[in-house]
């Protein structure tokens, strides 16, 4: 089965808004309760974001940002925060969190509120402030026998990507680490599954163990299929080039395939090895080739058949 995870702050947002008409007047106990209740349901992993906490947030307040806060959990719970001058109740009650989720054996993934919305932002004190405090509270459900998973950025230039995944592992107890992308450019919306599969790679091959997918539609409206689709593959793409670089065995085996079944120009096992399988049949096909074993971009003059006579080799 396909484990199903939840955003807890969502519901409870949503609940308080009917509820109360606004975010100030939802309590401590409102939250626990939607907790529980999506617990009983049988929910296999929460995203908590308990790391957004005051003093990251006086620190966001003396350091502004392009983009302050772009989680939106971690802005439901800034507003609240703000708004009553409290303490963020997941992190002030965090045994209760873990309490919820060691009953009834669900992962907590420690959402980063304060993740980087753009590179410009990147790796900053809020950002860093909120990475240890998710390491803390890492170890602190991990004594008591629960299971943690970090959230990490975001919006990371190239170079600091390896950085980023070698702060987390510091300090957070080398728990899994799962990166939003990260994008590691803001030009390029509508191609944002691009950017993000550049950083995922990086991200992957440098010991980041889960990549959360990004769509062409990132930034600029809900996703369709299709938009799923393309997000999916390049991030299936991105995961598999960091398995890779990072020497996992028998990664490499179905790239070593493909490139034997191109020199044998053996396009039906191509395809059957390609990570979309339809897509490249479709491109051979509309390209309507003259000659069966070669394709359209040197023909006749095909590269691969030039050397293979040159070194008397066979098929």
């Known amino acids: 089965a396909v484990p199903v995870g939840t ?28 907790l529980q209740t999506q617990a009983e349901d049988g929910v ?8 957004v906490i005051m003093d990251t947030i006086d620190t966001l307040r003396k350091h502004p940002r392009i983009l302050d806060i772009v989680s939106r959990g971690g802005a439901f719970l800034a507003e609240w925060m703000i708004a009553n001058g409290k303490e963020n109740p997941f992190y002030s009650d965090f045994d209760r969190v873990i309490d919820i989720a060691r009953r009834y054996d669900i992962t907590l993934s420690l959402g980063d509120a304060l993740r980087p919305g753009a590179i410009a932002d990147a790796t900053d004190g809020p950002q860093m402030m ?13 004594r008591k026998g629960v299971q943690v998973i970090i959230e990490g950025p975001g ?21 899994p680490f799962y990166v939003l992308g990260p994008l590691v450019t803001d030009i390029a919306p509508g191609y944002d599954h691009i950017t993000a599969a550049i950083g995922g790679a990086l991200a992957a091959g440098k010991g980041a163990d889960f990549l959360c997918y990004v769509t062409p539609a990132e930034h600029l409206r809900l996703p369709t299929l299709d938009d799923v689709k393309e997000g999916v593959i390049a991030s299936k793409i991105a995961a598999h080039a960091g398995d890779i670089a990072k020497g996992i065995k028998g990664a490499i085996d179905r790239d070593i395939a493909i490139s034997k079944a191109r020199r044998n120009r053996d396009w039906k096992r191509q395809f059957e090895l390609a990570i979309d399988r339809t897509k490249p049949d479709r491109y051979r096909k509309a ?29």
């Open 7 to 34: 955003v807890p702050i969502y519901e409870i947002v949503i609940n308080g808004l009917k509820k109360y008409g606004n975010i100030k007047d939802i309590t401590a106990e409102d939250m626990f309760d939607v």
């Open 44 to 51: 296999d992993f929460f995203t908590i974001h308990a790391g």
């Open 130 to 142: 909120e990475l240890i405090t998710l390491g803390e509270l890492q170890k602190q459900a991990f």
């Open 155 to 175: 919006h990371v230039p190239l170079n600091q990507i390896e950085a980023n995944v070698l702060l987390e592992k510091e300090f957070c107890n080398q728990a």
């Open 287 to 315: 390209s309507n080739p003259g000659m069966k074993d070669v394709c359209t971009m040197c023909g006749e003059y095909c590269s691969i058949k030039v050397a293979e006579n040159c070194f008397g080799r066979k098929k």
